[in-house]
C-alpha cells in the first residue's frame, strides 16, 4: 500500500486511477442499519484466544500488528484520518471493498484492524463479509469453520492475537461462502453492534461491481475504504463506484500495488 487520500462521494475523477486527484469529504450523520429480527445472540467473550503466527502473518502481508515495521506508518495513516469520521452512538463502521477482485481488499482490511487494535479501547472486530472468497482465515492462517451455524451465515467468532495485539474475528463457516444473502449480512451486523459492543468494525467485504452482497453494507457503514489497484482499476470502475457512495459518509481510497518511489 503506497498511498491513501480522500474521496468526495459523486465526484468527478480527472485523471486516471493511478494518478487520481482525490479531495477531502465532509462527513455528517450515518444511515442505521434495521433492526435484526433474529432473537439470537453471538457471545460477547469466545472462549478461546488464537495465537497467531507472526512469521505465517508477516508472510502473507500481515504486519501491523507491528509498530515499528515499515509498512505499519501507512495504515496507522489510515487510521487516523478513518478516527477523524463523525460516527452517531456505538461502534464505527468501516467497509472496506474495491471495485474488482483481485485489488487487495482483505490484506488492507485485515492490517488496517490490527492497526485499530493498537491504539483503540474497547474492542475491534474483523468481518469476514466476503461471500464470494472469503480470506481473511487463511491469511490469518486459520482453519476453515467445519461446523456452520444453522440460520446464520457469519458463524465462527474468535479472538485473535498477535505478540499481545488482540482483535475478534468473525467469519463464515465452511460451506456458507457462497450463500451469502446481503440484507441477512447487515441484519447480523447490526446484532453484531449491538451485542459485542466493540469500539470498531471493519468488514471486509467483496468488490462492488461484481457481487450483491457489498452495496448494502456499504451504505450502512460510517466510513468506506475503496482500494484501487494501479494498472488494474480503472477510471469508468471508480466512478460507477462512486455512485453507491452516500453524502454523508467520509470515504477513504487506497492506492494499492503501486511502484515504490523513494518519498
Known sequence: MEMMKTITA???LDDDTDAVNLRSTASAGRHHLEQPASAEAFPRDPTHVHGLSLTYLEGHRIVAWRADHRITRAYDILRNQISQAPK???????????????CGTSVTAINLAFSFARSTTGGVLLVDGNGAAPAAGSLLGLAPLSNPSRDRQLGGHVRLDAQGVRLDLLRPA??????????????????????????????????????DEAPPIVA???????????????????????????PHQTVQVVLNKAQRHGL
Not at 457462497?178 to 468494525?201: G, M, T, W
Open 10 to 12: 459523486h465526484s468527478r
Open 88 to 102: 452517531g452512538s456505538g461502534s464505527l463502521m468501516v467497509a472496506v471493498t474495491a471495485p474488482a477482485c483481485g
Open 174 to 211: 465452511c460451506g456458507q461462502e457462497r450463500k451469502f444473502r446481503p440484507h441477512q449480512l447487515a441484519d447480523d451486523l447490526q446484532q453484531v453492534r449491538q451485542v459485542l459492543q466493540p469500539a470498531v468494525i471493519v468488514v471486509d467485504l467483496a468488490a462492488m461491481l461484481g457481487f
Open 220 to 246: 450502512a457503514a460510517d466510513v468506506v475504504v475503496l482500494v484501487v489497484a494501479a494498472g488494474q482499476s480503472t477510471r469508468a470502475e471508480v466512478a460507477v463506484c462512486q455512485s453507491y457512495f452516500q
